[in-house]
């Protein structure tokens, strides 16, 4: 046997065997790419996510308008200073304090005016003397004249009549004085004009009070209103005395208040007006508030879904649709009303349509989907 010529034969007898069956084309490689192939199609079949589906549902709902604005007080009274130069001796309200008409926020230094009022009234007092004898000589003087006139020449009774017009004159311009002197020290006490709640305080003890100087702000009435900010289209659907529902923070359940009145006017750029509600006393609610509300307009039949069917992107509402080959179709809704956790469907959707009801994020159009009725959450089943 020749050793030689066998050696380099075995191993290249070798290579072209293992060669045959792992290069493409061999039979080796193609039976194994034919056991394969049918691994594939099971791969993509497999569902996307693990979902439920529901039926849009048809109820009555109530017809409302959706609206944003901000609660400002209905009327307000600036509590100021009548008289000057007077300082602030007591300073008794603050702010957020309720107030009663009448009741005495702050007290002006009125010893002065205490001094000139008396000062009024002695002069009132000589006055009213000097007057009482000039009238007293008027009256005999006219009774001498009527008797006769003897002993009293025409000038004298003249001057008797003319004495005592004059004392009558001094003594109205007392009795204005001591009035007016009166009034002083009545407006060194600073009240309240009007019911309601303290809004502001600018009123320091020490101070020099000036007239006209606002010391207080109240809140009259403590009386309320929202100032929704509405489309001009929208202002001209609602009416004076229409139902409102005003949405408060960190309360469940919304408040009902009533529409007043509306803005004659709409602003020239934003085309938006106001609308003025009135609020009810006692909400806890601040002036400066910003607050969501719905202005109502009847009741009406909905078609609606739970929000979480409802997939927003770019600025559109898409719903998907169970086939019967188990794949979705997205279908482009659009949406009306929300009550809870429900939107309503005003075009798009028929309502037969069987919808996927949660975790619309994770589907796009064509998935295909395994149906539960489970009250699981939706999640992804398999990833793809």
């Known amino acids: 046997m020749n050793f030689h010529s066998m050696t380099p034969r075995a191993p290249a007898a070798l290579l072209a065997a293992a060669l045959s069956g792992l290069l493409p084309g061999g039979p080796a490689f193609a039976a194994d790419k034919d056991k394969a192939a049918p691994a594939a199609p099971a791969a993509l079949a497999k569902p996307a996510l693990s979902v439920q589906l529901v039926t849009p549902q048809k109820s009555v709902w109530i017809r409302s308008i959706p609206a944003v604005g901000t609660v400002a007080a ?17 300073v008794r309200a603050q702010v957020g304090e309720v107030v009663r008409r009448g009741q005495l926020l702050a007290r002006l230094q009125d010893l002065g005016v205490q001094a000139d009022l008396a000062q009024a009234r002695a002069q009132l007092a000589e006055a009213e003397a000097a007057n009482e004898l000039a009238q007293a000589d008027a009256r005999r003087a006219r009774q001498i004249e009527a008797e006769g006139g003897e002993g009293l020449s025409q000038q004298a009774l003249q001057q008797y009549v003319a004495q005592a017009r004059s004392t009558a004159a001094r003594l ?3 009795q204005a004085r001591v009035k007016s002197e009166e009034l002083r020290l009545s407006q060194t006490r600073i009240v309240a004009g009007d019911d309601g709640v303290i809004s502001a305080k600018t009123a320091v003890e020490g101070a020099v009070a000036q007239p006209g100087q606002e010391l207080f702000r109240l809140i009259r009435q403590q009386r309320l209103e929202w100032r929704a900010e509405l489309p001009a289209e929208s202002l001209a659907q609602l009416r004076a005395g229409a139902r409102v529902q005003v949405r408060l923070p960190g309360r469940a359940e919304p408040i009902v208040a009533r529409l007043r009145t509306l803005a004659p006017t709409v602003d020239a750029q934003s085309r938006m007006g106001l609308a003025y509600v009135d609020l009810p006393v006692g909400t806890g609610l601040r ?30 509402a898409y719903v998907f649709k169970a086939g019967a080959d188990g794949r979705v179709q997205q279908a482009k809704v659009s949406l009306g009303r929300r009550q809870g956790d429900r939107v309503e469907v005003l ?22 989907v395994q149906v539960v009725t489970g009250a699981a959450p939706a999640g992804p089943a398999a990833s793809r």
């Open 74 to 90: 209905f009327a307000e009274q600036q509590v100021s200073a009548e008289t000057g130069g007077l300082i602030l001796v007591e």
């Open 172 to 174: 109205l311009s007392a």
């Open 347 to 368: 075009q798009g959707l028929e309502p037969a349509a069987r919808i996927v009801a949660a975790g619309v994020g994770f589907l796009v159009d064509g998935d295909r």
């Open 287 to 316: 002036a400066g508030s910003f607050l969501q509300g719905s202005f109502e307009q009847g009741s009406g039949e909905a078609l609606h879904v739970p929000q979480s069917a409802v997939q927003l992107r770019e600025g559109f």
